[in-house]
């Protein structure tokens, strides 16, 4: 008696027959190239997934493994002006190649930290969530930091200063916007930021 086969192509066969596992169906891989990619400053994440991200090659290309296989959005910087924002449904083990992406003109957001009496606090963080992107300093002379090229959207501002309360805000930004957010940190009077998820600070806007 023959055995059962699973069907022709191979990788129809390895499905039917349980030869993928689970969590290799769950990810997939993500490819394209970054058009006026610029060298040194060209890079992309996963919103959302700001583990995931990857450094853009001479020509533009990029690859990123381990995508979930799940309507997601790539947040992509071309160049020190231009960045861009592009659906993306990844697919589980396979590659997706979404093509040529092209950078539009990029929004900068310039945060402006004070706290509750108006004067600068030291060792200021601040940082665009699930953009992949770090945390920035602000300015202890001007109280200030810049941020950008953004590409058009919205974003959640997390603000960071050692004994003051952390702002949590959304910010939205327009293509090649250039935008003024003012922050107030609250005085915390449990001594210090939340740094460790223990009290929730989360949504006070700061201006």
Do not use: W
């Amino acid at each position: 008696m023959r055995a059962r086969t699973c069907g022709g192509a191979l990788v129809l066969a390895l499905v039917g027959c349980g030869g993928f596992e689970n969590g290799d169906l769950r990810t997939g891989t993500v490819r394209g190239r970054v058009l006026g990619a610029e060298s040194g400053v060209a890079r992309v994440s996963v919103l959302g997934h700001e583990e995931l991200r990857a450094t853009v090659a001479a020509d533009g290309r990029f690859e990123l493994d381990g995508v979930p296989a799940v309507s997601l959005e790539l947040y992509v910087v071309a160049s020190r002006t231009k960045a861009a924002r592009t659906p993306v449904l990844a697919q589980g083990a396979r590659v997706t190649d979404v093509g040529d992406i092209q950078g539009k003109p990029g929004a900068f957001l310039t945060v402006r930290v004070r706290d509750e009496q108006g004067a600068i606090p030291p060792d200021v963080e601040v940082e665009l969530r699930g953009t992949g992107e770090d945390r920035a300093k602000v300015d202890t002379s001007s109280g200030e930091v810049r941020l950008g090229p953004l590409p058009a959207g919205c974003y959640a501002l997390e603000v960071k200063a050692d004994d003051l309360e952390d702002v949590e805000t959304e910010v939205c930004v327009r293509e090649g916007e250039e935008r003024l957010q003012p922050i107030t940190l609250p005085a915390d009077d449990d001594g210090g930021g939340d740094d460790d998820g223990g009290d929730d600070h989360g949504g006070r806007d700061g201006g």
